[in-house]
């Protein structure tokens, strides 16, 4: 089965870190760019990093400079390493690929944060709050 599961989610202070984990089962990620996604209650979800099958990456204004994408080749993972959180980074987040690009760029980005809610999995939330 071709899939991709979000885990490493949990409380955190302000400032503190987690690192999320990205795992593809059923197909090779390093075929692929995968972006991390994320959704905060009320909100649209927003496409915050991506990471190209030639390792260059993208992040968003909100989340540079504080968050670092890579993959792990052997695992078949890409990671979310997120340091200095902050309030406003609590949401659920999701990581996805449309099975087809391996660049990332901005209409990737645009087209996987537009599908659907029932073709995303279950996501890992992080919380942040003191």
């Known amino acids: 089965q071709v899939q991709l599961v979000e885990s490493g989610g949990g409380l955190v202070q302000p400032g503190g870190s987690l690192r999320l984990s990205c795992a593809a089962s059923?197909?090779?990620?390093?075929?692929?760019?995968i972006g991390w996604f994320r959704q905060a209650p009320g909100k649209e979800r927003e496409g915050i990093s991506c990471?190209?099958?030639?390792?260059?990456?993208f992040y968003s204004n909100a989340v540079k400079g504080r968050f670092t994408i890579s993959r792990d080749s052997a695992k078949n993972i890409v990671y979310l390493e997120m340091n200095s959180l902050k309030l406003e980074d609590t949401a659920t987040y999701y990581c996805?690929?449309?099975?087809?690009?391996?660049?990332?760029?901005?209409?990737?980005?645009?087209?996987?944060?537009?599908?659907?809610?029932?073709?995303w999995g279950q996501g890992t939330q992080v919380t942040v709050s003191s």
């Open positions: 059923g197909f090779n990620l390093d075929d692929y760019a």
């Open positions: 990471i190209s099958n030639d390792r260059s990456t």
């Open positions: 996805a690929t449309d099975y087809d690009s391996a660049l990332c760029s901005i209409a990737l980005i645009a087209g996987l944060r537009r599908r659907p809610s029932d073709s």
